[in-house]
């Protein structure tokens, strides 16, 4: 079945459509979606080839998520997770190698690139600075 004939199909009553009031278009909330956006375009479920960034489970790191062409009939089995935990900068490069060299949907590498980035941000530990005590400005 043609992607164009699923999203006609899903759009409507997808499980993982969020529509809320005052809000122009609806969220989703669906693997591989990057951008968590309701359109064709960012929805992980009908298109072929789909490119995923989550969270790695042990909070260190993320998992760049694609869809395999062999398995299209067992969603399960179709997806293809890798760790990557070499650190940010080398991780964001081998996002770009993967969209590159494997002629992947060169529209979601920035968008990819993006989520991972704000993944390994929030993963950085919060750094607290230290105040001085007032017994310590009063003595100078």
């Not at 199909?9 to 669906?30: E, H």
């Not at 996002?95 to 990819?112: E, P, S, T, W």
């Amino acid at each position: 079945m043609s992607a164009d004939l699923q999203w006609m199909i899903v759009r409507n009553c997808s499980s993982f459509m969020l529509k809320r009031r005052n809000i122009g278009k609806p969220f989703n909330k669906g693997p591989g979606n990057l951008k968590n956006l309701h359109s064709f375009h960012y929805d992980g479920l009908v298109r072929n080839k789909v490119l995923g960034i989550e969270a790695a489970p042990d909070g260190k790191g993320i998992v760049l998520v694609n869809k395999k062409l062999t398995n299209v009939n067992k969603p399960v089995k179709s997806h293809v997770r890798t760790v990557l935990k070499h650190g940010p900068r080398k991780s964001l490069h081998s996002i770009r190698k993967f969209v590159k060299y494997n002629k992947y949907r060169k529209d979601l590498k920035m968008a990819a690139l993006r989520r991972a980035s704000a993944i390994l941000k929030s993963q950085k530990p919060v750094l607290i600075k230290k105040r001085k005590s007032a017994s310590r400005k009063a003595a100078e």
